[in-house]
């Protein structure tokens, strides 16, 4: 195989270690989640020991060639050499590209196993107990619902829109109703329903 398609299959094995990292972050947790972060390093590190021996190989080659103008010995003699010097540098691993980013993802992963024990089950935020107008964006303080399609909208802004424009539908993405909306098809909403993070 040529360089050029095992650098790139290597990419591609990286990759997929990181989306195996992220599900693993999402999906495990506690021991298990630890024992197949540590499985992913060691992949990693492997990748990261192969690449930096292919770029030694590269350059030592390189040395090599340069010299073979001005030098009768074989090329191979040459390449031995740079690269057995080239070699000892040992390379550290956990500072290699692919090392840190696969870091990242374990961190993610680990952060959000944390976050998953510190919310109660009834994490409530202000937002999520309103409705959100499709008009403003933003939570809904005097809802009204209407009554033909049953989506939801702010008192104030809907009216807005049935006092400004000729022809108002309704204004939810999507909605299939296209009849034209007036102010006797709004009625109060009931509550929004509570939602609680699981």
Known sequence: MVDAELSDLRKQCVASLYSCAENVGLFLD?????????????CIDEYCTMEA?????????????NEIES???P?????????????QRD?????HPYMIELNKKVEMGCQRATQNLDDSDLAITETQDRYIDPIT??????????SVCGHIYDRGSIMKLINTRK????????????????????APAPPAPHHHHH
């Open 30 to 42: 506690g021991q298990e989640m630890e024992t197949e972060f540590l499985k992913l390093k060691s």
């Open 53 to 65: 021996r292919q770029d030694v190989a590269n350059q030592a080659l390189e040395r090599a060639k």
């Open 71 to 73: 030098n009768i010995e």
């Open 75 to 87: 090329l191979q003699d040459r390449f031995e050499f740079h690269l057995s010097s080239m070699a």
């Open 91 to 95: 390379t550290d691993n956990n500072q």
């Open 137 to 146: 964006k933003r939570p809904v303080t005097d809802p009204v619902q209407n």
């Open 167 to 186: 022809k108002v539908i309704c204004p939810v993405a999507g909605c299939g109703s296209r009849q034209p909306l007036r102010a006797h098809q709004l």
